[in-house]
Structure formats: structure tokens, C-alpha cells
């Protein structure tokens, strides 16, 4: 039969299909694919060498003496040119009646993951990943310094998106003075589990995930890889260090994430037949904002940051919307078994 699952993280119910037809699944392509492999001698917009065509850079990683704004660096970050929100300004928080209205203000940034137009996290070399990771973490600390911002957020959208681009790999950093509703729910929910329990939920996740080894997908010295019991949507997988950790910008085993990063995004990748993917990094609040309002004061005890990969196929969108429950087709313990063996089982 298939069954209601309880998000212990999120208190959200998904809906698990028993029985799917998963080449169906994978066969038909979420609304808009990636345009192919860049051919000629034509460059994108952000491709080495086309500096001069983008916002000045507010970071870079660069290996020899370039300089700002030239070629030769591994990892670039710009401003976005249609930013969602205004960097420039005061949040002017007022009421409108009974309704509550800020400005926009905020960060969004671009991180531009390498040079090469044609290069995605699958067949990067650990090391550029790596960088990547570093440029995460430099900016997430840097905006976290600016008290109007409660919450960071990195969200990687693979395989839609503006088609001059759509194949240069990148991500969004946006910086946002209200820490985001699916965000605060985990928060919340891991708050009120240290409240009865005085442990870390996602601790407890991880340790009971490792025991019944159903879902663990992959796991190293310092991270592993799970389906989530009550998955949003098929082959969803959640990544998490084992260590407890509330802030992703303070860890250090950048060599083992990537590569169990690049071994999920394979796996994905040659399983699935490359689907668009959503990669959203869950990390830790402000601290310093939020501790001027009084919040979260057992946060670096309860919290632990994790990345959440959700490949994007063909939806059950009716439903879906209409209800407010997730519909997974695939059982996590089915996707986990098809993404450790590489192969449609």
C-alpha cells in the first residue's frame, strides 16, 4: 500500500508510491532541459575571458597572479544583474494595516564554479570542487557579518534557467532579512526535540540511518549520504557531516565533501539519465542577529547543517499543489538501492 511518512525534521507528510514505473519517471525531461554542450569558439557570458561582460567580481579563487576581473581564476562571484533583493538600503520594518511589509533588502550573488563552460560537479576534479566549497564559505561569513540579514541561503538550480548560462555551472548565495518559512520549521523542529530529548535530532537521524543501513546511499570518514524516510520526491538525498555541526561555514573537510558530493551528483547523474537537480545548503542563522532578538539560544546544540540534493522529474502537480502533500513515486529504501548499485533495479 503506499503510505503517509511524517518528516521528523520539517513536521511535513509526504505521500510514498509503492508501485512506479521508474523508467517512466526518468524517461520524460522536466519542462526545460539544458541546451547541450557548448559548441564553437563561442563563449558565455561567464566563461574565462569573458570578465569584462559580468559585474565586477566581489570574490574570486585564483592559483597564480591573475588579477581582479581578468582571467585565471577557479571560482568567481558576482553580483546577479536582476538581483531578487537590493543590497543598498534599510529594511524599514512597518505595518500596513494589519499586514506586515519590509524592503527589499538583501544579498543575491552568483558563484561562477569554474571556468570551463562545459564542467559540472560530476566530472570536475575533486580539487576545483573544493574550491567551490571554499567560495561558499567565504562568502556565507562574509554576508553573515551585516546584522540586517538573518539567514544565508545557497541554492544550486541544475539544468533550468536563463539559456546563455544554463550550462555554465553555478549557484545563487541570497542573503534575506527573514530566515526562510521551510528553513524556520527545521529550526524550530530541532529546538523543540532538544527541548524533551537534550539531543540533536539529526544526530539521532544519522545514528538510527546508520544502524538500519536502508537508506544510506554513501558515507566517508566525516559525511554521509541518505534518502530521507519520508522524501519530498523521488531519489531525494540528504548530505550531513557525522560530527555534529550547527554552521556549514566552519567546517573544515572540504576533501571529503567533495568527494561524496561528486559521488552523489554521479550517481545521479549516470542512474537517472541526468535530470535537473535542486542542491540547497541548510546551514545555521545568524547568530548574531537572531541572538539580539533572543532567538535561538540551544541553537549550536540542536541544529546540524546539511545539504539537500532533489533531482526534478516529470510532477504530479494537480495533487500535488492542491493538498499540500508531497507525492514521492519511489520509495527512499527503493531509490537508495537503484542509487548504491548505479543501475534500475
Same mark, same amino acid.
Given at each position: 500500500?503506499n503510505?503517509?511518512r511524517?518528516?521528523?525534521?520539517?513536521?511535513?507528510w509526504?505521500?510514498?508510491?509503492?508501485?512506479?514505473?521508474i523508467?517512466?519517471?526518468?524517461?520524460t525531461?522536466?519542462?526545460?532541459?539544458?541546451?547541450?554542450?557548448?559548441?564553437?569558439?563561442?563563449?558565455?557570458?561567464?566563461c574565462s575571458?569573458?570578465?569584462?561582460?559580468?559585474p565586477?567580481e566581489?570574490?574570486?579563487?585564483r592559483?597564480?597572479d591573475?588579477q581582479k576581473?581578468q582571467?585565471?581564476?577557479?571560482?568567481?562571484?558576482?553580483?546577479?544583474?536582476?538581483?531578487?533583493?537590493?543590497?543598498?538600503?534599510?529594511?524599514?520594518?512597518r505595518?500596513?494595516?494589519?499586514?506586515?511589509?519590509l524592503?527589499?533588502?538583501?544579498?543575491?550573488?552568483?558563484?561562477?564554479?569554474?571556468?570551463?563552460?562545459? $564542467?559540472q560537479?560530476?566530472?570536475?576534479?575533486?580539487?576545483q570542487?573544493?574550491?567551490?566549497? /571554499? *567560495?561558499?564559505?567565504?562568502? &556565507? %561569513?562574509?554576508?553573515?557579518?551585516?546584522?540586517r540579514?538573518?539567514?544565508?541561503?545557497?541554492?544550486?538550480?541544475y539544468?533550468?534557467g536563463?539559456?546563455?548560462?544554463?550550462n555554465?555551472?553555478?549557484?545563487h548565495?541570497?542573503?534575506?532579512?527573514i530566515?526562510?518559512?521551510r528553513?524556520k520549521?527545521?529550526?524550530?523542529?530541532?529546538?523543540?526535540?532538544y527541548?524533551?530529548?537534550?539531543?540533536?535530532?539529526?544526530?539521532?537521524?544519522?545514528?538510527?540511518?546508520?544502524?538500519?543501513?536502508?537508506?544510506?546511499v554513501?558515507?566517508?570518514?566525516?559525511?554521509?549520504?541518505?534518502s530521507?524516510?519520508?522524501?519530498?520526491?523521488?531519489?531525494?538525498?540528504?548530505?550531513l557531516?557525522? $560530527?555534529?555541526?550547527?554552521?556549514?561555514e566552519?567546517?573544515n573537510?572540504?576533501?571529503?565533501l /567533495? *568527494?561524496?558530493?561528486?559521488? &552523489? %551528483?554521479?550517481?545521479?547523474?549516470?542512474?537517472?539519465?541526468?535530470p535537473?537537480?535542486v542542491?540547497?545548503?541548510?546551514?545555521?542563522?545568524?547568530?548574531?542577529?537572531?541572538?539580539?532578538r533572543g532567538?535561538?539560544?540551544?541553537?549550536e546544540?540542536?541544529?546540524?547543517?546539511h545539504?539537500?540534493?532533489?533531482?526534478?522529474?516529470?510532477?504530479?502537480?494537480?495533487?500535488d499543489?492542491g493538498?499540500?502533500?508531497p507525492?514521492?513515486?519511489?520509495?527512499?529504501?527503493?531509490?537508495?538501492?537503484?542509487?548504491?548499485?548505479?543501475?534500475?533495479?
Amino acid at each position: 500500500m503506499n503510505q503517509f511518512r511524517r518528516n521528523p525534521v520539517t513536521g511535513q507528510w509526504s505521500i510514498i508510491l509503492e508501485e512506479y514505473d521508474i523508467k517512466e519517471l526518468i524517461a520524460t525531461k522536466h519542462v526545460r532541459k539544458r541546451i547541450g554542450e557548448k559548441k564553437g569558439a563561442g563563449k558565455c557570458n561567464f566563461c574565462s575571458g569573458s570578465e569584462a561582460d559580468t559585474p565586477p567580481e566581489i570574490f574570486s579563487i585564483r592559483h597564480n597572479d591573475s588579477q581582479k576581473n581578468q582571467a585565471g581564476w577557479s571560482v568567481r562571484v558576482i553580483p546577479n544583474r536582476q538581483p531578487v533583493l537590493q543590497i543598498f538600503g534599510d529594511l524599514n520594518n512597518r505595518g500596513v494595516g494589519i499586514y506586515d511589509v519590509l524592503d527589499g533588502i538583501g544579498a543575491h550573488e552568483l558563484v561562477i564554479e569554474a571556468p570551463d563552460h562545459n $564542467l559540472q560537479f560530476p566530472n570536475m576534479e575533486l580539487s576545483q570542487i573544493q574550491d567551490v566549497l /571554499a *567560495a561558499y564559505r567565504e562568502r &556565507i %561569513l562574509d554576508l553573515k557579518r551585516d546584522q540586517r540579514f538573518r539567514y544565508v541561503v545557497l541554492h544550486k538550480n541544475y539544468g533550468e534557467g536563463q539559456v546563455e548560462v544554463v550550462n555554465h555551472s553555478h549557484s545563487h548565495i541570497i542573503a534575506t532579512p527573514i530566515t526562510p518559512t521551510r528553513v524556520k520549521y527545521e529550526l524550530m523542529s530541532a529546538m523543540e526535540y532538544y527541548r524533551y530529548k537534550e539531543r540533536c535530532l539529526f544526530c539521532d537521524i544519522l545514528y538510527q540511518e546508520l544502524s538500519d543501513d536502508e537508506r544510506v546511499v554513501a558515507a566517508n570518514d566525516k559525511f554521509v549520504a541518505v534518502s530521507p524516510f519520508a522524501s519530498r520526491s523521488p531519489f531525494e538525498v540528504w548530505l550531513l557531516p557525522k $560530527l555534529h555541526e550547527t554552521f556549514f561555514e566552519f567546517n573544515n573537510d572540504h576533501p571529503a565533501l /567533495a *568527494a561524496i558530493l561528486k559521488d &552523489i %551528483l554521479q550517481r545521479i547523474n549516470t542512474t537517472l539519465n541526468n535530470p535537473n537537480y535542486v542542491m540547497v545548503l541548510h546551514s545555521g542563522p545568524n547568530v548574531a542577529t537572531g541572538k539580539l532578538r533572543g532567538y535561538w539560544r540551544t541553537l549550536e546544540r540542536d541544529y546540524h547543517w546539511h545539504i539537500e540534493i532533489t533531482p526534478r522529474f516529470r510532477g504530479f502537480a494537480s495533487f500535488d499543489v492542491g493538498s499540500g502533500f508531497p507525492i514521492n513515486a519511489i520509495s527512499p529504501e527503493h531509490a537508495t538501492k537503484i542509487l548504491k548499485e548505479e543501475k534500475i533495479i
